[in-house]
């Protein structure tokens, strides 16, 4: 049984090496493109500084959930310390906050035209 000529076979080749030197082209371009921005000294030390950087924020964040760290999340309180200011606040200026007549730290419930001002 004779073998049937491939008709596309030419074509095939001239698409393939069309496809292979475009592609090797971007390659060459891309790379010259890269070492004029990418791969310069300048921008390699920039990011070696930016993961530095990345690395001491990855730290400071894993220490927030480590137990055994002074930056553990639950141990900082940040209430307790608001609350403490307002109470050294408050005793500092007691008398001048008593002396204005009204009551501190409980809301007027009153509806606003009962209110006498």
Same mark, same amino acid.
């Given at each position: 049984?004779? =073998?049937?000529?491939?008709?596309?076979?030419?074509?095939?080749? +001239?698409? $393939? %090496? !069309?496809?292979? #030197?475009?592609?090797?082209? =971007?390659?060459?371009?891309?790379?010259?493109?890269?070492?004029? !921005? +990418?791969?310069? %000294? =300048?921008?390699? @030390?920039? $990011?070696?500084? =930016?993961? &530095?950087?990345? $690395?001491? +924020?990855? @730290? &400071?964040?894993?220490?927030?959930?480590?137990? #055994? #760290? &002074?930056?553990?999340?639950?141990?900082?309180?940040?209430? &307790?310390?608001?609350? @403490?200011?307002?109470?050294?606040?408050?005793?500092?200026?007691?008398?001048?906050? +008593?002396?204005?007549? @009204?009551?501190? !730290?409980?809301?007027?419930?009153?509806?606003?035209?009962?209110?006498?001002?």
């Amino acid at each position: 049984m004779p =073998v049937a000529p491939d008709k596309y076979g030419d074509l095939l080749r +001239l698409v $393939q %090496t !069309g496809f292979y #030197s475009i592609a090797a082209i =971007v390659t060459i371009l891309t790379y010259i493109a890269a070492r004029r !921005g +990418l791969l310069n %000294t =300048v921008n390699t @030390e920039y $990011q070696k500084r =930016v993961m &530095d950087r990345l $690395q001491k +924020l990855s @730290e &400071d964040l894993y220490s927030e959930f480590d137990p #055994s #760290s &002074d930056n553990y999340w639950p141990n900082v309180r940040p209430v &307790d310390k608001a609350l @403490e200011r307002i109470n050294s606040n408050f005793n500092q200026h007691k008398d001048a906050i +008593l002396a204005h007549g @009204e009551s501190f !730290g409980i809301p007027d419930l009153r509806p606003v035209r009962a209110r006498q001002y």
